[in-house]
């Protein structure tokens, strides 16, 4: 696999996984703590489970790929961890794409 594609993945999981922590905060922890209704944070707080170890996993294989300093791959886990962080930082990681291809 090229580290362009490898990016490109990343950027994909980072985008749904950073959807997916928003209807947590969004909706179903108000759904669970305003109307009493915690099914919906055990159905897409798994969802967003597997997909941050998803993201995590396809950042290890992009720094694999890329050849990525460590640091870098720390700024885009811990934009992985803050609420809008993977749609603030996906430019970013499209130019690091363009530039490995």
């Known amino acids: 696999m090229q580290a362009s594609k490898a990016i ?10 950073g959807i997916s922590f928003l209807l947590l905060l969004g909706i179903a922890m108000p759904l669970k703590y305003i109307w009493d209704m915690p099914l919906a944070v055990r159905i897409v707080g798994m969802a967003h489970g ?7 996993l396809f950042l290890v294989i992009a720094m694999s790929m ?36």
Not at 8 to 17: A, K, N, P, Q
Not at 70 to 99: C, M, N, S, T, W
């Open 8 to 17: 490109h993945r990343l950027r994909i999981v980072g985008l749904i996984e």
């Open 50 to 56: 597997l997909l941050f170890i998803l993201f995590c």
């Open 66 to 101: 890329a050849q990525w300093h460590i640091k870098r791959g720390a700024f885009y886990f811990v934009a992985a961890l803050v609420p809008f962080g993977p749609f603030l930082v996906d430019k970013r990681l499209k130019q690091h794409a363009d530039e490995a291809a």
